[in-house]
């Protein structure tokens, strides 16, 4: 299947300062990447759906103004944790689809380990 | 996107085949039914999906009833590798997780 890798795969910060993860689509076109959370024993979480070149659509209770999301171009989208504290530290894991819904697979990253001291 | 139902947990002995069943009473007609799985600390790994038909591939299979209200996943031959928590998903659109059911291999 397709790769989608992210970068860091883990990440150490103190807390109010601001950390960046990368998530490429490295073998196709990712029209649509999504976001998601997982603290420790829990399931995954949608965050947000970003498409190229358009303004991320959030979850309900996701603050958008916390998690800022820019999918710039078809294979990068970002996630930056702005003025991260000890609650945002959990495992974020992008995914990737290269266009409908019904007619692609949606592929996921490695995920990124996110701890805030 | 329709809701699904998983038991939390399974045992299942090595070289044994497995089969996680999944409910989704309230799919619609064009929602496909996913299985992914999660070993520990890594993103999840897509197994399979269908539609109405039974599918197979190299990792498993996939027995969904006719009315299209529960499915099975079957690992023909479990490996202690496929410890993992796994994923049952009706998508329509993006991909929503349930709590998955908890497959420990034994030996």
């Known amino acids: 299947g397709a790769v989608v890798s992210q970068h860091p795969s883990r990440v150490i910060c103190k807390s109010g300062t601001s950390v960046k993860i990368e998530c490429r689509s490295l073998?196709?076109?990712?029209?649509?990447m999504f976001w998601y959370r997982q603290f420790p024993k829990k399931s995954l979480m949608l965050m947000a759906t970003s498409n190229e070149g358009s303004k991320a659509t959030y979850e309900q209770g996701v603050e958008k103004d916390k998690f800022l999301i820019n999918h710039a171009s078809l294979t990068l989208s970002t996630l930056t944790v702005t003025s991260a504290h000890p609650e945002d530290s959990s495992f974020y894991i992008c995914?990737?689809?290269?266009?409908?819904?019904?007619?692609?697979?949606?592929?996921f990253g490695p995920g990124t380990r996110l701890t805030v001291l | 996107d329709a809701k699904t139902t998983q038991p939390p947990s399974m045992d299942c002995a090595e070289g044994r085949a497995a089969n996680l069943p999944c409910n989704h009473s309230?799919?619609?007609?064009?929602?496909?039914v996913y299985w992914y799985r999660q070993i520990h600390s890594q993103g999840p790994q897509y197994i399979i999906h269908g539609l109405k038909n039974n599918e197979t591939n190299e990792m498993a299979s996939l027995i969904i009833t006719e009315d299209r209200k529960s499915s099975t996943l079957i690992l023909p031959h479990a490996t202690l590798r496929d410890t993992a928590v796994y994923y049952c998903i009706v998508k329509n659109n993006d991909m929503r997780f349930g709590a998955g059911t908890r497959l420990t291999v034994k030996p």
């Open positions: 073998d196709f076109q990712a029209t649509t």
């Open positions: 309230t799919i619609s007609g064009n929602e496909y």
């Open positions: 995914s990737a689809r290269g266009g409908l819904a019904q007619l692609n697979e949606q592929f």
